[in-house]
Nanobody, 121 residues
Framework: QVQVLESGGGYVHVGGSVRLSCATS????????MGWYRQFPGQQRELVAE???????NYAPGLKGRFTISRDTSKATIYLQMNSLRLDDTAVYLC???????????????WGKGTLVTVSA
């Protein structure tokens, strides 16, 4: 059974910082990539940042520089450091983990339930 669990959301003032965490676990599988999406009310989720098993990162345009994704391989955990937060960063942040039978398999995406980040004036 694969588990994906986010934590770290909450309330923050404009200009503040928040660090989100996402831990994943599975038996007999390898994690190929993990990442963060966010979803605004009434909209589809959009990519924030992702990181592969060889530490290649990808960011949504305009977020790199304010947001930083990192991972702790030993804990199968990734982090999203969000700085200089703005009102329009308010969203539910969802984590995904791409697990596969081997590094050469395509794999399957597993999603967490999300954590709400609310930026207030």
């Amino acid at each position: 059974q694969v588990q994906v669990l986010e934590s770290g959301g909450g309330y923050v003032h404009v200009g503040g910082s928040v660090r989100l965490s996402c831990a994943t676990s599975a038996t007999g599988l390898v994690v190929k990539a993990m990442g963060w999406y966010r979803q605004f009310p009434g909209q589809q989720r959009e990519l924030v940042a992702e990181i592969s098993d060889d530490d290649v990162t990808n960011y949504a345009p305009g977020l790199k520089g304010r947001f930083t994704i990192s991972r702790d391989t030993s804990k199968a955990t990734i982090y999203l450091q969000m700085n200089s937060l703005r009102l329009d960063d308010t969203a539910v942040y969802l984590c995904y983990a791409l697990w596969a039978q081997t590094p050469w398999h395509t794999g399957k995406l597993y999603w967490g339930k999300g954590t709400l980040v609310t930026v207030s004036a």
